[in-house]
């Protein structure tokens, strides 16, 4: 160990930082889940994320890599272990054309950000301070997901430091094997130093949130399911209902809605159906930069816990999933629950053509449940017992949406013919299984 720790002060010309030091409060623990890593570095430039690697396969201990550190499951923190912090490495440029280059510690309202003022945009989460690279590796379900596909789908080519401390280049035509398992196999495989993402150009768009009494949740779910099986793709949603924060059960359901341009006719022939499910309380829809779509993350106080779960559904199964989280929804105790559109675009994409192994879902959703851990654990029982009248009806598993990473997580994650062919690419470049800190892969 001390002999890994000399090589590393050598080599390493970022931030070392340890317990006791100044910085280190600030930087032990990712933004949902504590730690108190033993080593946090933070590489400023490719050549230093080499030297982090290797230092890690050396001294033996967990290795966590963070970018936006967002990860419901912790995945960018550890205890006794090490954390390398991708946040220096966020330079985000237009490289010719729509051609991005973008670095793994940058955020999605950084790349927003620089985009705008070019008329650009790429299909991303709908959070800010998310990290381009956690939410990337594992998918991408955002705003424009049913115009423009996954986050994953604009990936050109990446930049990823191997197991081995190796830089090499994933694209077509170079370690294609890689390449098809970075996109959706997550941080399996190696650090991604730096993605190049296609852009497309983009106008502001017609976003809000469109508001429903509670007492009219079975309706207005059915019904916005119902159109947006036939709803032109430039319409993305999200529905949303039992917030815990906003009266549980007696909370207003909650239609989010993107229509990804700026005609006003073809924005209102797309979402006045919705309109039409109920009874509005609320309807905020209005022309907004793209931009300004992705709002600002919540970080928890501290000792708040998020037990988040996720699941997918196919056409034959929604009014059968719809009508069980309704009736879970009106229960007191429910968990906050959000079903996002997805179809369109990322349908189109071939099944195999990378690691994201549910093309053709119609739905995805969540279930959230937060507070204090003795809280959490109460609820515990009751939370299965809901996923248990749920499981005939749905499928898989969304990464980004998950807490756990336990075996049967993974096995949602990855059937089991996407999981044996991502642990052949896992034994060729890490196949001494050091990035365990994801969903993990075990080499084949």
């Given at each position: 160990?001390?002999?890994?720790?000399?090589?590393?002060?050598?080599?390493?010309?970022?931030?070392?930082i340890?317990?006791?030091?100044?910085?280190?409060?600030?930087?032990?623990?990712?933004?949902?889940?504590?730690?108190?890593?033993?080593?946090?570095?933070?590489?400023?430039?490719?050549?230093?994320?080499?030297?982090?690697?290797?230092?890690?396969?050396?001294?033996?201990?967990?290795?966590?890599?963070?970018?936006?550190?967002?990860?419901?499951?912790?995945?960018?923190?550890?205890?006794?272990?090490?954390?390398?912090?991708?946040?220096?490495?966020?330079?985000?440029?237009?490289?010719?054309?729509?051609?991005?280059?973008?670095?793994?510690?940058?955020?999605?309202?950084?790349?927003?950000?620089?985009?705008?003022?070019?008329?650009?945009?790429?299909?991303?989460?709908?959070?800010?301070?998310?990290?381009?690279?956690?939410?990337?590796?594992?998918?991408?379900?955002?705003?424009?997901?049913?115009?423009?596909?996954?986050?994953?789908?604009?990936?050109?080519?990446a930049?990823?430091?191997?197991?081995?401390?190796?830089?090499?280049?994933?694209?077509?035509?170079?370690?294609?094997?890689?390449?098809?398992?970075?996109?959706?196999?997550?941080?399996?495989?190696?650090?991604?130093?730096?993605?190049?993402?296609?852009?497309?150009?983009?106008?502001?768009?017609?976003?809000?949130?469109?508001?429903?009494?509670?007492?009219?949740?079975?309706?207005?779910?059915?019904?916005?399911?119902?159109?947006?099986?036939?709803?032109?793709?430039?319409?993305?949603?999200i529905?949303?209902?039992?917030?815990?924060?906003?009266?549980?059960?007696?909370?207003?359901?909650?239609?989010?809605?993107?229509?990804?341009?700026?005609?006003?006719a073809?924005?209102?022939?797309?979402?006045?159906?919705?309109?039409?499910?109920?009874?509005?309380?609320?309807?905020?829809?209005?022309?907004?930069?793209?931009?300004?779509?992705?709002?600002?993350?919540?970080?928890?106080?501290?000792?708040?816990?998020?037990?988040?779960?996720?699941?997918?559904?196919d056409?034959?199964?929604?009014?059968?999933?719809?009508?069980?989280?309704?009736?879970?929804?009106?229960?007191?105790?429910?968990?906050?629950?959000a079903?996002?559109?997805?179809?369109?675009?990322?349908?189109?994409?071939?099944?195999?053509?990378?690691?994201?192994?549910?093309?053709?879902?119609?739905?995805?959703?969540?279930?959230?449940?937060?507070?204090?851990?003795?809280?959490?654990?109460?609820?515990?029982?009751?939370?299965?017992?809901?996923?248990?009248?749920?499981?005939?009806?749905?499928s898989?598993?969304?990464?980004?949406?998950?807490?756990?990473?336990?075996?049967?997580?993974?096995?949602?994650?990855?059937?089991?013919?996407?999981r044996?062919?991502l642990?052949?690419?896992?034994?060729?470049?890490?196949?001494?299984?050091?990035?365990?800190?994801?969903?993990?892969?075990?080499?084949?």
């Open positions: 160990m001390s002999s890994a720790l000399e090589t590393l002060h050598r080599d390493f010309g970022g931030d070392i340890e317990p006791g030091a100044a910085q280190y409060a600030s930087v032990r623990s990712s933004v949902l889940v504590p730690g108190s890593p033993a080593y946090v570095l933070r590489p400023k430039d490719v050549p230093d994320v080499q030297a982090a690697v290797r230092f890690a396969a050396a001294a033996g201990l967990p290795l966590s890599v963070r970018g936006g550190g967002h990860a419901f499951a912790g995945f960018g923190t550890n205890d006794d272990g090490i954390v390398i912090d991708l946040g220096n490495l966020a330079t985000v440029e237009l490289t010719g054309g729509h051609r991005v280059r973008i670095g793994g510690g940058a955020t999605w309202g950084q790349v927003a950000a620089v985009l705008a003022p070019h008329g650009l945009a790429i299909s991303s989460g709908d959070t800010k301070s998310v990290g381009v690279g956690g939410l990337t590796l594992s998918g991408g379900i955002g705003w424009k997901v049913r115009k423009y596909g996954l986050a994953l789908d604009s990936v050109l080519e930049e990823v430091v191997t197991a081995a401390g190796d830089v090499v280049r994933a694209k077509a035509g170079e370690h294609p094997d890689l390449f098809w398992a970075i996109r959706g196999g997550g941080g399996n495989f190696g650090i991604v130093t730096a993605f190049e993402f296609a852009a497309h150009p983009t106008t502001d768009v017609f976003y809000g949130r469109i508001t429903f009494p509670a007492s009219e949740v079975t309706a207005v779910l059915h019904g916005w399911a119902d159109h947006l099986r036939t709803a032109p793709e430039e319409l993305t949603s529905a949303s209902f039992a917030n815990p924060f906003a009266g549980g059960p007696d909370a207003p359901v909650e239609i989010h809605v993107v229509f990804d341009g700026d005609d006003a073809l924005a209102a022939r797309a979402i006045d159906p919705i309109r039409g499910l109920g009874t509005v309380l609320d309807d905020d829809v209005a022309l907004t930069p793209y931009e300004d779509t992705l709002v600002d993350g919540v970080t928890p106080p501290p000792g708040i816990r998020l037990v988040t779960r996720s699941a997918f559904v056409g034959a199964s929604v009014p059968d999933v719809l009508r069980i989280l309704a009736e879970v929804g009106a229960a007191p105790g429910s968990p906050f629950i079903l996002r559109s997805v179809g369109g675009a990322v349908a189109r994409v071939p099944a195999d053509a990378t690691a994201y192994a549910h093309r053709r879902a119609e739905l995805m959703f969540a279930t959230t449940v937060a507070g204090p851990a003795p809280v959490v654990a109460a609820v515990g029982p009751a939370l299965e017992g809901i996923w248990h009248r749920l499981t005939p009806h749905v898989g598993a969304y990464a980004n949406f998950l807490a756990s990473a336990t075996d049967d997580d993974v096995a949602a994650v990855y059937p089991a013919g996407t044996q062919r642990a052949a690419v896992k034994r060729r470049y890490d196949p001494g299984n050091l990035f365990t800190g994801n969903h993990n892969i075990r080499p084949l």
